[in-house]
DNA sequence: GTCTTATTGATATCCATTATCAGTAAGGCT
DNA sequence: AGCCTTACTGATAATGGATATCAATAAGAC
């Protein structure tokens, strides 16, 4: 049971300058490479088979600031894994191929509104919600 | 783990038949006593706690077997652990407290209905959702 | 160039969950 | 009741994703 509210004071003075390294580059080039959802592991695995040295830990890092910047935007998988997507833009939802892992980009207005609706009629703050929509895509149906 | 040699099942169905153990019952019962979603780790430590021996698993089969008989639900935390909770009525979402964990049920009619149309459209069968919504409820906001 | 320190990466570690497997006991049978 | 099959249990090892550690490296400021 955590209950660590923590709040990583990221705030102020103390912001470390960012620095740029071609293992960032990798990654989110990566990322960007990819179709639907990849793994943490997978990605490394994609990045050293195409000769790049980059460590695991480090693929793991800059996915998590990736999110934490929105740059990146990431699920909770089958399994219980991290997935992770490119996705600077908007926040949206995906409906998911649990076969081939193809993603497809959907509208949920709808569904969001009424999250933040249902959210606020019970006093809830800081609210994110989880909308995904999982199954076979017409491929691998059959 | 091949059983190669040892199939013969002879019996009409391979339905084996369930067996009835006080560990069972006693993951139900605890199950249903919880207010929200547990861990099969908090079930675990709740248990032994209140002098059962049960071993932990036990909680993790048994928890796993009623999820798949429909008796309970489960879903996925913040930190990516499994949560389970007594649910034998049918399908519905949750608004759940990151603080506290408490979880209200939702109903969710409107985001179902989006939601299996949305998969329909994109000729995806075998359909599956995850409709949850975080955030801190009027307690713990404060 | 020199210095500071953000960043990296190999590895140890953590933690939830599952697999193993010998021992136990539920429940059918006689 | 006793027997027998085997579903079930539980201590522990193993797995696997993700994070922590920490010395070494290199980005960016001077």
């Known amino acids: 049971m955590k209950n660590t509210t923590l709040v990583t004071m990221t705030t102020s ?55 934490a910047d929105g740059l990146a ?21 995906h409906l998911i191929c649990n076969g081939c892992g193809v993603a497809v980009e959907i509208e949920a207005k709808q569904a969001e509104a009424w999250a933040s609706k249902v959210a606020k009629d019970h006093g809830f703050t800081d609210v994110s919600h989880t909308i995904d929509i999982f199954g076979l895509c017409k491929q691998c149906t059959k």
Do not use: M
Request: net charge positive; aromatic share 6%; proline share 1%.
């Open 13 to 67: 003075d103390s912001v470390p300058s960012r620095r740029q390294t071609w293992q960032k580059d990798a990654v989110l080039h990566a990322l960007g490479t990819s179709q639907g959802f990849v793994s943490a592991q997978q990605l490394h695995r994609q990045l050293t088979q195409h000769g790049s040295a980059i460590g695991l830990a480090t693929v793991y890092r800059t996915l998590n600031s990736l999110v």
């Open 73 to 93: 935007d990431s699920l909770v998988g089958r399994e219980g894994e991290s997935l992770f997507r490119d996705c600077s833009k908007d926040h949206h939802h």
